[in-house]
């Protein structure tokens, strides 16, 4: 019998396992099970005819142990605190898993972006810096893009925010156009960190690319720039889909193609050579490798049962339940987990940091040599995690990233044992 668990609940059961399974120190559990700092802020902004709309925004700050808050900005209608707590707790073990000296850190604004023309976008986004430039900064709290938000958006806030400083910053934010210090390498980062990952385990498993079978869903930047990689190293990528619809062949797709009908029509459904199917269905077929890059709870109770993939790469955040990941490690299907799978995103992000301090750009080539290093040195430690624990990958990945993180912790102290001085006037 399985309980629904919402994505925070999710998180912290995913980290009580992991600790029971290391006998981690009961109070560094403690500490890392809340975050540090919530911000909630109303962000009143004037619409193009004329009206006033407040909007909500978040800012959650989860744990500075391990060096500034990391973690990117969402516009989605749905988005809630309690989201943006999983998210910000998961982003900080996402960059201890990979050994980057971040914390985590999420942001939100609950809106339609969809909706917004890019001048209340401007004005969503310049409100949204107002309201809490105060707790940010390139030394103490750095945004990212994330669903629904892009490099413009990210340049609004970085300008805003040198604005408010009176000094520029482009360290404040990551993922921003090339033109205003963003980095080479970026949008395809999570895509192409994950594809390390993934080829670490295949050489373990002894899967070879030409043999193995693919379906990709989500066909944002995370999925479409997977599924052109993963087709130019020779794996056989049968099934695309995007919000909308999914598309099928089992011999084949060309992603490029793909990618070209959906520029022109808006969608992949109704791409010639394709079957149509819907997202739901597209889940269902057997496949070796299924890659995860839409949103959350994608994999859940009501589908589990259903999934035919051996494997599934978590390019999106949190897109396995607990309860399904419990019932799919139980079928002897691998999960390769979020917090190190789709990791290459935020070790790019953390590359444009450094050269946003240094002032000093990187060439692609460099860039993806460190890259490849970071992403294979944490699969293979890892899997030797695994190994040693006899547990699952995602066990492991928090297994990983806790032992940094407590170790840390004992270094810093968690400062509940500094006595108050109390000052007489």
Sequence with gaps: MFTKMSFYENTLKNMQKAAKIMNL?????EVLSKPQKTLIVSLPVRMDDGTLK?????????????GPFKGG?????????DEIKALATEMSFKCAVVGIPYGGGKGGVKCNAKELSQGELERVTRKYVQAIYQIIG????????????????????????????????PGVVTG????????????????????YVLQEYMKLHDMKPESTKVIV?????AGSFAAEILHGLGFTVMGLSDSKAGVYNENGLDPAGVMEHKKKTGSVSGFSGATSVTNAELLEKPCDVLVLAAMENQVNDKNMMNIKAKVILELANGPTTAEADEYLSGQGVVVIPDILA?????????????????????????????????????????????KEHHCTMRQAAYISAFDRMAKALKLRGSGANLLCKVYNH
Excluded at 73 to 81: H, K, P, S
């Design 138 to 169: 390139p030394e103490h709290d750095i945004s990212a893009p994330d669903m629904y938000t892009n490099g413009q958006i990210m340049a609004w806030f970085m300008d805003e925010y040198s604005r408010l400083v009176n000094k520029y910053q």
């Design 342 to 386: 789709n990791a290459g995103g935020v070790t790019v992000s953390y590359f444009e940091w450094l050269q946003n301090q240094q002032s000093y750009y990187w060439p692609l080539e460099e860039i993806q040599t460190k890259l490849k290093r970071v992403m294979v040195e944490s699969s293979q430690r890892v899997l030797d995690i695994q």
């Design 176 to 195: 921003k156009p090339i033109e205003v210090g963003g980095s080479l390498g970026r949008n395809t980062a999570t895509a192409q960190g994950g594809t």
């Design 54 to 66: 407040v909007f909500e925004g978040f800012r959650v700050q989860h744990s500075e142990l391990r």
């Design 25 to 29: 120190d009961p109070e560094a559990l």
């Design 217 to 221: 869903q989500g066909f944002g930047n």
């Design 73 to 81: 900005i969402r516009y989605l209608a749905e988005v809630d605190l």
